[in-house]
């Protein structure tokens, strides 16, 4: 296929493709978005491709910080890609407008910096992942032995890092007599806003006070909790795609129907409607977050280490294990339910039920491998907030402590027959060294993990209830493996 999505062939699409409601060349950039992947793209993109038909000032412009990958894939196309939603009901194809140009941050500083310095841009949004904000997951704080913090204030000008295009795009807007952008973040963080202003204050207190404490004052960071499964796409994807397109979608994105977009209200530069086109808003995220975190993230994590283990390829194959959804399904009811506590109207039990749903929808090729990705900086959030909370209720946390110990199991870097497991995380040496000097002794191996205090903090390892429930469940892995412990367990 030599074609190519892009505006030229918008017009050529079948009439079943949905397509932008709007004239592409009218928009505006009112939005930068730091970190653009395939989960941006298939939520706050989409939530502002609808935005767009009304208020055509939410344009975006979306950057990578690492890889041009991206970019050499929508730049031909202008931009211009495909969301595909799948269930077992089948497919539907729409073709996304609202990211009207990409950045490769590295190869284009000044420029990404000029476009957020623009008194046109009041919104700065970011899906870098948990470990992009440079910071310690345990206490939240920035890591100022960041090597790219650390890079960052001996070179200000020429960022690498998140924070450090933040603080020096708000610099530049300072000095011109611009207003602050409001930060958005969309990560999976704990009380992310609130995460994101004490990483930036910090960062900017470093460079100069005086900045510092205009970041401090003046910067709006509110919470959001973002919820959509969006696994990553294949290359039949791209096929099946573009043969029902008609023309070639090099990146495709494929994802589920949930999606929800929970916001705390304070945008003092203004923002897009996105409530009239399905996002809520809120005074305070936080129940919402620990829902999210806690109920899903938790029970993908403990279902993508140890579905891993068991020799799962993708999530919906582990839930096709009956054991797998009794073990998320007590996870749920039984460790995690009691720790949250949400506002009146909050159904938590529908949630749960459409969790399982979700989990088990076999038309999402969502890999174990691709979700166990950078544990190190999940696991605080998704399983040790709760596992603190139960035990600080004097509860059980027996489930809580198997996913902690499938995660020790899984860094080691070997599965149970023996290969090797291509394990992505920023600590993947340090973790695997740990792991090298205890033989496989799970009595070894799991005090010298608890010893990642970035991780576990002080007050985990020391807590015999956590340390004993920790080691007892690695210790049914190694002896019994994955499959055989969650049947038993469950």
């Known amino acids: 296929m030599t074609k190519r999505l892009n505006d030229a062939f918008l017009g050529t699409l079948p009439e079943d493709i949905r397509r932008p409601a709007y004239d592409r060349s009218t928009i505006t950039t009112g939005i930068v978005h730091l970190g653009v992947g395939a989960f941006h793209r298939a939520h706050q993109a989409v939530y502002t491709d609808d935005v767009l038909a009304e208020d055509l000032r939410w344009g975006i412009v979306a950057a990578s910080l690492r890889s041009p990958d991206t970019y050499d894939a929508l730049e031909p196309q202008d931009g211009l890609y495909t969301l595909s939603v799948r269930s077992q009901d089948g497919e ?135 919820d959509r499964i969006v696994p990553a796409t294949t290359d039949d994807d791209r096929a099946r795609i573009g043969q029902a397109l008609g023309v070639a979608d090099a990146w495709p994105v494929v994802t589920e129907p949930f999606t929800q977009w929970v916001i705390e209200d304070d945008f003092p530069q203004g923002r897009p409607a996105w409530e009239r086109v399905g996002a809520e808003f809120v005074a305070d995220v936080e129940p919402y977050e620990h829902m999210k975190l806690r109920l899903l993230n938790g029970s993908h ?150 010893g990642v205090s970035e991780i576990f903090g002080d007050d985990l390892p020391a807590d015999p209830r956590f340390t004993q429930a920790v080691t007892g469940a690695l210790t049914l892995l190694y002896a019994n493996g994955a499959k055989r412990t969650v049947a038993e367990r469950a």
């Open 92 to 226: 539907r194809l729409r073709v996304i407008g609202s990211i009207s140009r990409v950045i490769v941050a590295p190869e284009a500083i000044e420029s990404l910096l000029k476009v957020m310095a623009s008194p046109d841009v009041r919104i700065v949004s970011l899906t870098v992942t948990e470990k992009g904000y440079c910071h310690d997951p345990a206490t939240g704080a920035l890591n100022e032995a960041h090597p790219d913090v650390v890079h960052d204030l001996a070179e200000p000008h020429r960022p690498r890092s998140a924070p450090g295009f933040l603080v020096e795009a708000l610099r530049l807007r300072r000095a011109a007599g611009v207003a602050p952008f409001t930060v958005l973040t969309c990560d999976n963080l704990p009380s992310n806003g609130r995460t994101v202003k004490r990483v930036l204050t910090r960062f900017a207190e470093l460079r100069d006070p005086d900045l510092g404490a205009f970041v401090a004052r003046e910067v709006a960071c509110p919470s959001t909790m973002v």
């Open 301 to 450: 994590s403990t279902l993508a280490y140890l579905g891993y283990l068991a020799g799962y390829e993708t999530v919906s194959d582990t839930m096709a294990d009956p054991a797998f959804e009794r073990l998320v399904q007590g996870l749920m009811d039984e460790e995690v339910t009691s720790t949250l506590h949400m506002p009146p109207g909050a159904d938590l039990d529908s949630y749960k039920r459409a969790l399982i749903e979700r989990f088990k929808n076999p038309a999402l090729k969502h890999r174990t491998w691709q979700i166990a990705m950078d544990g190190s900086q999940k696991l605080p959030q998704r399983l040790l907030g709760t596992v603190r909370d139960r035990l600080s209720q004097g509860a059980s946390i027996d489930r809580l402590a198997l996913g902690v110990a499938a995660w020790m199991r899984y860094v080691t870097g070997t599965d149970e027959r023996g290969q090797p497991i291509d394990v992505r995380d920023p600590m993947a040496a340090r973790l695997k060294a740990l792991a090298d000097g205890t033989n496989g002794d799970p009595a070894q191996l799991a005090p010298a993990l608890f």
